[in-house]
């Protein structure tokens, strides 16, 4: 268990630069998820952690103790790969063990390891066989327990799910909660997953072009994304963009566009009505209107039923924005609809430079 | 309709069995032959009909090659410049091949270019350069020397062979062996070279039987009975005024075995190493 402090840490490749100046502290004990799309640097980011590519600048320190000169094998950490990378040529027992044989550990010492390992990730069974003769997730099986097995300081996860079916996907992703809750050990997870970075994250930093565009916790991400990329990266169906302005007056602040008047909650200090705004609405934010609580009225477009929910486009004025309903939703195309907005819930966005506004 | 094509692919059948068997023959034929020669009695060589099944068999030429010439010394001359050959080559070879498929490194795209040049010229330009280098070192006529020459130019063939199994193994497999507490060196040996034990296998075989099977180095770089190999030894048996097929055929088939044998033994892994990668394992 240790704290992982990683501050201005930059990264280029000749004259191009693919991390500038990331700076990102987790607690001890946390599960840290650096999320975004291919290309964004949160793989350059982990390899810099594990050691296996160098920094340009900054400094990276794992309990306290940097570790940008230190060799992969002196940083105390473990990896699981994407592609797993288990040892064809070995045995289950023999991969899962190969860390402690190469720290020298006696053969029976390292026995007793590899069997807790196994009996923790029900791989007992499998520890004769070949890595080629087990299936996907067997494999992520083994590779967690080549992890877990030194017991180090800090886990590094690459994107370990993206290899498995969408249904062990989610077996293994409340496996991987599950393990963290009980060894406690601080890890960095790399996805593109929204949905796992939001299950598993105490922290998560949301990465684009090799910039930081949020680091913060879950919740905090979701309801209060800083800008409109990260609204939108996080989600799914993505949040709901409006753009319009702001009006005051004696009823107090309200955000205005063809078809939609959303009172807002202001805060103390002025606001400069007629300002051009972008408002984002969550799509399960959006219930349909009652009477007197219209704040978008539109004609429905598309009504797609998926068992527990109903997803509904709705056309309001030229934009077309998705609402979450419930199951049983009667509506149809072509037909007129109110849904009302929880002024609390809603984000506002300047359009030019699609940062978050508070007012 | 369907008859004609039947009829069609029967023949197309038959038409490549035909050109198979006819290259097949041109192949091995020479080969059948040799041996048909070594087992004759001379006079049975030599005749106004072609025999082609001997008629009577001997073991004589076998016997007059290993006792009155020094044959047994030109195979133990060729084992030994194979095996420094060999040896030279897996030591430096893999090491080199290993850093190309790894290591961003400054001209090493001119490099690897450079050691395919090196292959785009004939031989023969090379031998009369290294020749006065090897004088200038005092290399000529020794078996060192011959290996030397041979490797500066297998080398380059084994370095682009196993560059291209060390590329098909994945890199994120030594990063794991690196993470797991191996040094660079370490992940290589053990973990990259067992991945790429069948393609150090294949690239080794090709390369000894290049250095077994080579003449005009040979020729060119030994003078005396101390470090001939079997192709120049052979060769030299050919007299201005008599030509001793028996013999000949015998010392040929003689140091064909060798091949023969290290071939049988890594066959499948030769073949395994060879079609690596074609298809998805």
Redesign the interface.
């Known amino acids: 268990m240790a704290t992982l402090s990683i501050k201005d840490v930059r990264k280029s490749y000749g004259s191009v630069q693919v991390l500038h100046g990331v700076d990102i502290e987790l607690e001890d004990g946390g599960f840290l998820v650096l999320l975004g799309p291919s290309g964004c640097g949160k793989s350059t980011l982990l390899n810099m952690i594990a050691g296996l590519d160098d920094t340009s600048g900054g400094d990276i320190l794992i309990g306290g103790r940097s570790v940008v000169d230190l060799a992969p094998k002196d940083r105390n950490i473990a990896m699981v790969f994407q592609s797993y990378a288990l040892y064809p040529t070995m045995s289950v027992e023999r991969n899962i063990g190969f860390g402690l044989e190469m720290r020298g550990v006696d053969a029976d010492r390292r026995k007793r390891a590899v069997d807790d390992a196994a009996r923790l990730l029900q791989i007992s069974h499998l520890l004769d066989r070949r890595p080629a003769n087990l299936s996907g997730g067997q494999r992520q099986r083994v590779a967690m327990g080549r992890a877990i097995v030194r017991d180090p300081e800090l886990f590094l996860f690459d994107e370990p799910l993206s290899n498995l079916d969408a249904k062990l996907r989610v077996e293994m992703r409340t496996e991987i909660k599950r393990l963290h809750e009980r060894l406690g050990t601080s890890i960095v997870y790399v996805t593109h997953d929204q949905i796992e970075a939001m299950t598993l994250a105490t922290k998560v930093a949301v990465m684009k072009g090799g910039h930081i565009q949020q680091f913060a916790d879950p919740r905090t991400i979701y309801e209060r994304p800083a800008n409109v990329f990260v609204a939108s990266f996080i989600g799914s169906p993505a949040m709901n963009f409006l753009p319009g302005r702001l009006v005051s007056d004696a009823n107090g602040v309200r955000f205005a566009a063809s078809g939609v008047s959303v009172a807002l909650q202001a805060g103390k200090q002025p606001v400069d009505s007629e300002r051009p705004v972008i408002l984002g609405i969550r799509p399960e934010e959006l219930k349909v209107a009652g009477r007197d609580e219209a704040s978008v009225t539109g004609v429905i477009d598309v009504v797609e039923p998926t068992g527990p929910e109903t997803m509904v486009t709705v056309q309001v004025g030229d934009q077309s924005i998705i609402a979450r309903l419930p199951p049983r939703f009667a509506g149809r195309r072509n037909e007129p609809i109110s849904l009302a907005v929880d002024p609390a819930s809603v984000n506002l966005f300047d359009p030019g430079s699609e940062q978050r506004i508070d007012i | 309709m369907i008859e004609s094509k039947r009829r069609r692919r029967v023949i197309a059948n038959i038409a490549t069995y035909f050109v198979l068997a006819t290259l097949s023959m041109f192949c091995i034929g020479p080969m059948i032959w040799m041996f048909l020669t070594s087992l004759k009695y001379e006079a049975d060589i030599v005749t106004q009909t072609m025999q082609y099944i001997p008629r009577r068999v001997t073991f004589d030429n076998y016997v007059a090659i290993w006792t009155q010439s020094g044959f047994p010394r030109l195979i133990a001359n060729s084992l030994v410049v194979t095996f420094l050959t060999v040896t030279i080559c897996v030591a430096t070879g893999t090491l080199a091949a290993y850093a190309f498929s790894r290591f961003a490194f400054r001209g090493r795209t001119q490099l690897m270019l450079g050691y395919l040049v090196v292959r785009m010229f004939p031989a023969v330009m090379m031998i009369i350069p290294l020749y006065v280098v090897m004088r200038g070192v005092g290399l000529v006529d020794s078996r060192f020397g011959l290996a030397l020459a041979y490797t500066s130019f297998l080398l380059p063939l084994f370095v682009w062979m196993l560059k291209g199994f060390f590329d098909s193994a994945?890199k994120?497999?030594e990063?794991?062996?690196?993470?797991?507490?191996?040094?660079r060196l370490?992940a290589m040996v053990r973990?990259v070279m067992?991945?790429a034990r069948n393609g150090l296998v294949a690239s080794s075989v090709f390369i000894a039987i290049a250095a077994w099977n080579e003449f005009l180095f040979a020729l060119m770089l030994t003078t005396g009975q101390g470090s001939r190999t079997w192709p120049v030894g052979l060769q030299l048996m050919v007299g201005e005024f008599q030509l001793p097929w028996g013999v000949l055929a015998a010392g040929g088939i003689l140091s064909i075995l060798p091949v023969i044998v290290l071939f049988a033994i890594v066959q499948r892994t030769m073949v395994q190493g060879l079609t690596a990668g074609a298809i998805k394992g």
């Open positions: 994945p994120e497999l990063s794991a062996a690196r993470i797991d507490g191996s040094t370490g973990i067992p991945l």
